[in-house]
């Protein structure tokens, strides 16, 4: 007969066995309810502490700093092409050389500046990102925010544009302070969501903050936004105020958050995400 060597050889490992698979469960579980308490980061102009904003070197670097998604500036050139720029001259990101007005020049014309020096020599070869360029930079499962600049003409390009991109729709949201392009972008391309953007002002040092928290509600009603993207201003936000507009059924966006401490309150206050320009750090800072 032959003899069962199974058996001793499988006690010892059904004994030793817990030791090992529950140590990794643990691992597991505690890594699952990491990621799903990490913070929403997005690149502000793309990792742009470290990089030259609105570039593509700026957004790939976002990408390997564990960026959730990128947010970059936009306009409509003179021969109607989407461009990434914060200005509406290239004054700052491209000084010594002649100041091209945006909206007045060709993308040529505006691909023959070093908008990378500024930031540090080593970032000479870059030149003003399109639109489609940017798209390009996006993994799958991460997310742009693209913030439009100019008004409502850009709208059906971006459309267009949109559309010969290999994103998904959840992967991009239109960001402006123009209610306009907000509520335009609503009504034409509804697959993407859409915020409205704010900061606040006080006319004086002891009177209210302008737009109120009623005011805000209003138009993000009035455009059909999916949400409100924010500066940071922790006299005017409070949980009452994040409340509020989630419990109108919108998302609550936050920018430009750069140290931990602001970003741990606005954990805790239940925001979205919060855009900043040191992804890394804010990450591993949490
Ligand atoms: O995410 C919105 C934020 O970027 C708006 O401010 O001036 O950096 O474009 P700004
Ligand atoms: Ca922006």
Not at 5 to 27: A, D
Not at 125 to 137: A, F, G, K, M, Q
Request: hydrophobic share 40%; aromatic share 6%.
């Amino acid at each position: 007969t032959r003899t069962d060597h199974t058996m001793p050889l499988k006690m010892p490992l059904q004994r030793h066995s817990r030791f090992i698979v529950l140590p990794i469960l643990l691992c597991l579980v505690s890594f699952c309810a990491e990621v799903a308490n990490a913070q929403f980061i997005v690149a502000h102009r793309g990792a742009s502490h470290d990089a030259p904003e609105n570039t593509l070197a700026a957004f790939r670097l976002a990408w390997e700093q564990h960026a959730d998604a990128i947010e970059g500036d936009f306009y409509l050139s003179k021969d109607g092409q989407i461009v990434c720029i914060h200005d509406r001259t290239t004054k700052r990101t491209a000084p010594g050389r002649p100041e091209l007005t945006v909206a007045q020049s060709t993308l040529s014309e505006l691909r023959t500046l070093d908008v990378g020096s500024w930031k540090d020599k080593r970032f000479a070869s870059e030149r003003i990102p399109t639109l489609l360029e940017v798209l390009d930079t996006v993994p799958d499962g991460k997310r742009i925010f693209i913030e439009i600049k100019c008004g409502p003409e850009i709208v059906p390009v971006l459309k267009q544009h949109l559309q010969t991109s290999k994103l998904k729709p959840e992967q991009i949201v239109i960001i402006c302070f123009n209610e306009e392009v907000v509520s335009q972008s609503r009504q034409t391309m509804p697959q993407y969501k859409a915020n409205w953007l704010t900061s606040y002002k006080q006319a004086t040092p002891v009177s209210a903050w302008k737009p109120t928290l009623d005011d805000v509600l209003r138009t993000l009603k009035r455009s059909g936004a999916t949400g409100l993207g924010t500066n940071g201003n922790l006299k005017v936000i409070d949980q009452a105020f994040v409340d509020s507009i989630q419990a109108a059924g919108l998302e609550f966006h936050v920018w430009t958050v750069n140290e931990a401490k602001s970003a741990g309150t606005f954990k805790s206050l239940g925001v979205q995400s919060i855009t900043t320009d040191r992804p890394a750090f804010i990450r591993n800072a949490e």
